[in-house]
């Protein structure tokens, strides 16, 4: 019975922020921590590891330090756009 609580309990956690680890765990947290919503973050996690090559996202996951985020603004525009961010007032 305990098992089944705890299975039920740990499929309900990784639905929530998409269930990412790893990468996409690190760039999602720094968009939700940064204030973007989290069906926003996801969507953006989503977009930039879809598009950029694994080294690029590997390094924006390390918060940008060694990141040519210069670079792949044009990518993180494209998901800025496909996700619809919203301005906060």
């Not at 499929?11 to 204030?35: F, P, R």
């Not at 953006?44 to 990141?67: I, P, R, Y």
């Amino acid at each position: 019975m305990r098992v089944l609580i705890a299975a039920g309990l740990l499929a309900l956690l990784s639905g929530c922020g998409g269930g990412y680890t790893g990468d996409a765990k690190a760039v999602n947290d720094m968009c939700v921590s940064g204030g973007g919503e989290a069906r926003y973050c996801e969507c953006v996690t989503k977009a930039l590891e879809e598009k950029l090559s694994k080294e690029a996202f590997a390094e924006m996951a390390k918060g940008g330090k060694d990141a040519d985020l210069g670079a792949n603004l044009d990518v993180i525009g494209e998901a800025d756009a496909v996700c619809g961010k919203k301005p906060v007032v």
